[in-house]
């Protein structure tokens, strides 16, 4: 055992003493009446990065504070900025809780408080795996950034401004402070219970609001059906040309930038042993449906989709009403994966409505969102690094997974400094996350500090030249 | 001039007169405040068919009463059932009527008055045009019955009571009193101004709602997307797939049964110089679509449709919201033309969408009112007689017209005892029926007596044997 292992080990008690406290400052950030405690909870924060002799900063902004901490350079050797938050999400309703949200509690090896698992408890892994390597080796063997923020849960907009340089200082500006080699999250869960996962991909969005008008007032359908565009109709027609009988998308040249799967990937989805039966059931439908070729697995994670997320024309309500509508609309969205463009996206699918567009109706086509996929190389030395540590941190190795979601500050990082992120989740999908009695296992929350420990020293190895 | 068309012309200012005391009863249906004053209405028809010796009975119902009047048996001649109302819209709203509207006014040779048209002016026509008979001829040269509601702007269930035999008596039941060899409605419009018509076919309807079930509840987009059918994305399918790029509708046997429009009718709808561009103007679009190979208007009044009524799922807010909808539904409907059984389609439309429903997804189709189209033969006798009564009372032959929409109380007769309905409209498109300033030109009423008078006369001369 190396004195960094000792040093984790003989320190449990600590930690758990610590996220305790940690844990107990209701630091909800949508609610103005916690805007103190949110603001404790940052100082708690920058006090523990101080004692740590990094350089730290509260950063105000528009909302709550940013905490940006900064260890003592390591010439050389790679940078790594971790991300996390701070702030949680509101407790309610407050009857469910078994114990109270804010006075954390161990039952069965699992903290039970708001926040345990989104973020605190994860984030804080790697401050204790900084720590341990600090008092012990006296410095850390990479340079190692923190930017932990207080507005997640509640829109991120201090976030936003401070990464478009609206509180850049001469000295220094955001993008100076954030550039790094490689961002690292946990914030996430693992792929099961026993089974640590790397999270190495995430789909992005591009998100559309169809509308469409016809005649200047809703029409009586037997007196003018027959004679003019029904704003509804064209809508369908519209909306089913988007994807095929057998789930491939048919805007042009959808497919062609894609990266596609590789046989290694999906032979690493495939010995997963996703249960496609149970996860059906569990949504409570009796098949599945999707692009041809592709296990429900990988269309979740890896292939991208058009959703129709709203629909909305003419009468809703009980019985018959016999109506041509004036007017129509859909909210759109497609998943993207990694290399394709939204704005290539939104061309294709302006092309498609309006060749489909029939006489008399107006057309308008609005791009509510969009951020491209990312994915992080499965031979990238930092992901060769990540799955070391955490074969040393959780006494297994991990499997390399994607997400079918978007995070946007992933998107940010990528788009604003080209960075990729490790997306190291230490959680259990049953975290309960936004619920009442939030939870986090101890056991994960050690893993997770031995892992974080282990990941500096990994990420130090890499060469940067 | 015969002895009719003398007293007709002789009597001009009493029919005015007798106009003017009918329009003062605000009989207004729906509203409870006014039940006496539409009690005082079916009384004073029954009044006046007293008056001409009809056996008159008011049969009271869940409602307001209906009036039903027989004049003395005429026998070997044919029988004919007027049907129209003696209740009216409401008025509101109040202050944009010129004059009070149940003090009628003459201005410009029109009567200003709630019920003007629709329908007590234009019903009253035939009454007097069966007294001029029996005060000049001293009988009538036809079978005569009125059944006059009280309730036709509020749903008719006193009608539809009575006419399912709700208020049979030993002596009589509604089917023996009703029954005639033809049907007469003064309740609707000429073509156009100087231009008498003879409505002679109605559009049927199918009318049903679609509800798509998928999962338990709305799931996230990112994470779900792509591995399980989405309702919205499959009831687009579903409604795309009911009409093509053509306007033909495609469900199987759609058309099988339809009685197409002779190259008579054709010429004839062609003949009224139809202005389609000023039509699509009028309704707000620049241009028409429906099923290739005819005009609007004979997509309008004699070719089937498919429209969508009414569309829901998901998120209808503003801005994005990532989810498969955990639901999606619509309203669809069908105008059928003449020989369209509404219960073929369906069963038609069942089998499509079931065809289409993807794996996941719970259907659900229900029918929620059906009627088939109807048409009287263009070279039935009683047309004839129509066009010879309105060539003669209003110096000018009618054309031949359809309309598009459906109208229950003709559906009502023609299923229950089998007979067609000569739709006789004495009014114009702008009359404001069920708004303010509701009008009627005197002309037309005067029009609407002489053309009354001369039918009972061309229907007389029809052989029944």
Redesign the interface.
Known sequence: MTSLDKFINDNRNRYESELMDWLKIPSISTDPAYKADVKRGAEWLAERFRSLKFKTELIETCGHPLVFAEAPSVPGAPTVLVYGHYDVQPPDPLDEWVTPPFQPSIREGKVFARGATDDKGQMITHLFGAEAWIKTVGKLPVNLKFLIEGEEECGSEGLYEFLAGKYDSPLRTAQQMIQADIVVVSDNAQYGPGQPAVTYGL?G?A?FEIRLT????D????????????P??A???M???L?D?N?RIQLDGFYDDIIELSDNEREQFAALGFDEQA??AG?????????AGYS??E??WA???????????????A???????AR????V?F?LVPNQQPEKVHAALKAKLESLC????ILELIS??GAPGSMVPLDSPYMTAAARAIEKGFGKAPVFIR????IPVVNAFAERAGMDTLLLGWGQDDDNLHSPNEKFLLADFHRGIATSAHLWEEIGKISTT
């Not at 029409?219 to 029904?230: A, F, K, R, T």
């Not at 129509?328 to 909210?331: V, W």
């Open positions: 789909r969005i998100y016809g005649p200047k007032q029409l009586h359908s037997g007196l003018y059906g027959g004679s003019i565009s029904n509804a109709n809508l369908a027609r909306l089913a040309a994807v009988e789930g996860y059906f949504v409570g439908v009796t098949g599945g449906f999707g692009e429900a697995l269309r979740r292939r991208p989709t058009c959703d129709i997320n709203g629909l909305w024309s003419g009468y809703q309500g019985g018959a009403k016999t109506i041509i509508p129509a609309g859909a909210k969205s998943r029939p006489p008399g109706i509510i969102h997400s079918g979601g978007s």
